[in-house]
T-cell receptor
Framework: GAVVSQHPSWVICKSGTSVKIECRSLDFQATTMFWYRQFPKQSLMLMATSNEGSKATYEQGVEKDKFLINHASLTLSTLTVTSAHPEDSSFYIC?????????????FGEGSRLTVL | RKEVEQDPGPFNVPEGATVAFNCTYSNSASQSFFWYRQDCRKEPKLLMSVYSSGNEDGRFTAQLNRASQYISLLIRDSKLSDSATYLCVVIAGTALIFGKGTTLSVSS
């Protein structure tokens, strides 16, 4: 079945630095990928929809200049948290639609846990 | 009314119990429904798709009620390993909406 790989799994950075998270579809092409954030004991919150070759669509309340999304190829989307601050510490997950048998399935990356000191 | 609402948790049940979760959705045009399972500090993984005719996979049964706009997940003979958060996912057009999740804790 389709697999989505995310990297890095864990990252610790100093306040003010930028962090890039990669999301790759390993055996399928994904024209659309989704980026989520999840705070402890809370639900997944969709941040943005990443579209290959065009600008990402951001959810209300998500700063596009803070969370830069690049989807330059059909298998790679990146999320860059710019000038990270402690309140940006969270679990970031990407997902993409892939085929699983005769139907589609939303596959998730393993997630990236960001801790900003 | 929220777009997707799930039973508030946590559900604390003993091993062997039967437990059911519901998830209601507000958009009558929703066309696809899924149950995902998320373990602590891990990504969600697909548990079951939900079809109009209902579907069963071992101890798990998912059903869809379009008239009342809800989906359900029934777990029979609960195992310790079933402890997790269960998320319902509803797709309407291009919108993909997650419920907040219901936490299940199965104890021995």
């Amino acid at each position: 079945g389709a697999v989505v790989s995310q990297h890095p799994s864990w990252v610790i950075c100093k306040s003010g630095t930028s962090v890039k998270i990669e999301c790759r579809s390993l055996d399928f092409q994904a024209t659309t990928m989704f980026w989520y954030r999840q705070f402890p004991k809370q639900s997944l919150m969709l941040m943005a929809t990443s579209n290959e070759g065009s600008k990402a669509t951001y959810e209300q309340g998500v700063e596009k200049d803070k969370f830069l999304i690049n989807h330059a190829s059909l298998t790679l989307s990146t999320l860059t948290v710019t000038s990270a601050h402690p309140e940006d510490s969270s679990f970031y997950i990407c997902s993409a639609w892939g085929l699983a048998g005769a139907s589609g399935e939303l596959f998730f990356g393993e997630g990236s846990r960001l801790t900003v000191l | 009314r929220k777009e997707v609402e799930q039973d508030p948790g946590p559900f604390n049940v003993p091993e062997g119990a039967t437990v059911a979760f519901n998830c209601t959705y507000s958009n009558s045009a929703s066309q696809s429904f899924f149950w995902y399972r998320q373990d602590c500090r891990k990504e969600p993984k697909l548990l079951m798709s939900v079809y109009s005719s209902g579907n069963e996979d071992g101890r798990f049964t998912a059903q869809l009620n379009r008239a009342s706009q809800y989906i359900s997940l029934l777990i029979r003979d609960s195992k310790l390993s079933d402890s997790a958060t269960y998320l319902c996912v509803v797709i309407a057009g291009t919108a993909l909406i997650f419920g907040k999740g219901t936490t299940l804790s199965v104890s021995s």
